[in-house]
């Protein structure tokens, strides 16, 4: 994919206000600190005026992963290792584990009779979509949201003092799937992806980010090199958060986990993914 902000781009990262900086500046940076969900929503607005050729998606998550630079780090769990970048070994078993859950995911989305069977045979993007969205297995796709309350809600999950909200650019939106060749990305839209009777993706407003074109295994992997399947190169701005304070308004209230998870018995795509992964000895 392309980096954002090779041209400059309006940012916050820092203590600092809003300010013009580039990619790196921004992935470096300890994170612009804010106190409440409004002051939150209050300057995401600002971005999303200042950055007007940009559509603005969120990623919440308890801890700031940095690269060996230092950068901020938002790989796909395909691509992640515990130390450093995973050898070839593991891609290719992750890879062949991949496939293998497609062919369950399909075979048993057909026994279910749910809505748009073959459109998921025809497309490897819906059904990686699914596998990720569900966490059956690692895939070549980011989760991320266009809900700011959704992101800060994932984010205050991980209990800890200080938690993270990503703001990444991305191009114009148009249908359920939005394949950019300039800058290398595809976005899908999950509630236009998942059936209907699926809950998880309507409530968490999800959208995944993956390579454009697909990567589709190892040997195409082969003609990336690691940075370049990184979406913090796609970062326009960081924000950090204390959870314990960051929900006092009752105006703006977390959303807490069971609605972020809703059960298997009100979400038949969660109950058939958990199928998936018990196949694949989950």
Known sequence: METIGSQKIWSFFDRRGCQIAKNTAVRQ??????????????????????????????????????????????????FRGINGNPDRATLVARFAALQRAERFLVADYAKAKLLGVERLKRHRILRWSILQHYEVCETPLLDVTHSIRIAASFASLAGTATAFLYV????????????????????????????????RPHIQEGYLLGEYPDMAGYEQRENYFPYEMDFGRRLVAKFSLS??????????????RSALYPSEKSDPLYRLALGVKKQMGG
């Open 29 to 78: 940076g300890p994170g612009h600190r804010v106190g409440s969900y409004l002051e939150l929503a209050t300057k995401i607005a600002e971005l999303q005026f200042l950055n007007r050729d940009h559509v603005l998606l969120f990623r919440g998550q308890g801890a700031d992963h940095r690269n060996v630079k230092r950068n901020s780090s938002l790989k796909p769990t395909l």
């Open 168 to 199: 990444l650019g991305v191009p114009n939106l148009s249908g359920a799937i939005t394949a950019s060749a300039e800058a290398g990305l595809q976005i899908v839209r999950l509630s236009s992806v998942c059936p209907p009777s699926a809950v």
């Open 243 to 256: 959870p314990a304070s960051f929900w006092k308004n009752d105006d703006f209230p977390q959303v807490a």
